[in-house]
């Protein structure tokens, strides 16, 4: 399996971003993936996670509102679409699969949760 993330950019405050994951593998509609995020200096952070199905969804609560995450199981492709941003939102993203096959409708929020991950696709705010 293999996970590429793009779409990351410099952008201003108070705009809007999607960043995108392709997976590679016949397996990507049996797992959840979620997004993470690491600023300089800062251990890597759960932002937002989507069941297997795109049924549910899950967010970190500074980004409630402002972000959303969806997928397409035909495209093997995740998105995070960020609105609203602000300079704390600044970091690398980084996408990732979870480790194992939930069932539909579970998630998952821990980095210990999750095993493949995408290269990361920075995100820059500037005030």
């Known amino acids: 399996v293999q996970l590429q993330a793009f779409g990351g950019g410099l952008v201003q405050a108070g705009d809007s971003l999607r960043v995108t994951c392709a997976a590679s593998?016949?397996?990507?509609?049996?797992?959840?993936m979620g997004w993470f995020r690491q600023a300089p200096g800062k251990e890597r952070e759960f932002v937002a996670t989507i069941s297997r199905g795109g049924g549910t969804t899950y967010y970190k609560d500074s980004v409630k509102g402002r972000f959303s995450i969806s997928r397409d199981n035909d495209k093997n492709t995740v998105y995070l679409q960020m609105n609203s941003l602000k300079p704390e939102d600044t970091a690398v993203y980084y996408c990732?699969?979870?480790?194992?096959?939930?069932?539909?409708?579970?998630?998952?929020?821990?980095?210990?949760?999750?095993?493949?991950w995408g290269q990361g696709t920075l995100v820059t705010v500037s005030s």
């Open positions: 593998g016949r397996t990507f509609s049996d797992y959840a």
């Open positions: 990732a699969r979870d480790r194992v096959r939930r069932r539909s409708g579970l998630v998952a929020v821990t980095v210990e949760e999750y095993d493949y």
